[in-house]
Nanobody
Framework: VQLQASGGGLGQAGGSLRLSCTVSGRTSDAAGLGWFRQTPGTEREFVAATSWSGIPTYYEDSVKGRFTISRDSAKSTVYLEMNNLKPEDTAVYYC????????????????WGQGTLVTVSS
């Protein structure tokens, strides 16, 4: 399974950005899809997760109501719609795929994309 993330860039506080992650290879191995983020010197943090069916969805508390994870199975793509951005959302965002396990934990994910930088200015 290979993952390619895109869509990062510079956003303004209160604004929106959408991240995309295209999944290729043995996509049927990827039962769960997630987004994580990381800032320098910190652990990779869970942001959101779902399955190819789109149910269920999971969110980290600080992004609930602002971020939405979705997927397009036909395009083998998972999205992260980020609204009402805050400067503390600044991070490198990674998409990942898991074959099983609890989707809110990084250890459950086997395959990772390369990361895309999101910078939110105040």
């Amino acid at each position: 399974v290979q993952l390619q993330a895109s869509g990062g860039g510079l956003g303004q506080a209160g604004g929106s950005l959408r991240l995309s992650c295209t999944v290729s290879g043995r996509t049927s191995d990827a039962a769960g899809l997630g987004w994580f983020r990381q800032t320098p010197g910190t652990e990779r943090e869970f942001v959101a997760a779902t399955s190819w069916s789109g149910i269920p969805t999971y969110y980290e508390d600080s992004v609930k109501g602002r971020f939405t994870i979705s997927r397009d199975s036909a395009k083998s793509t998972v999205y992260l719609e980020m609204n009402n951005l805050k400067p503390e959302d600044t991070a490198v965002y990674y998409c990942a795929a898991a074959s099983s396990g609890s989707l809110i934990y990084a250890w459950a994910y086997t395959w990772w994309g390369q990361g895309t930088l999101v910078t939110v200015s105040s």
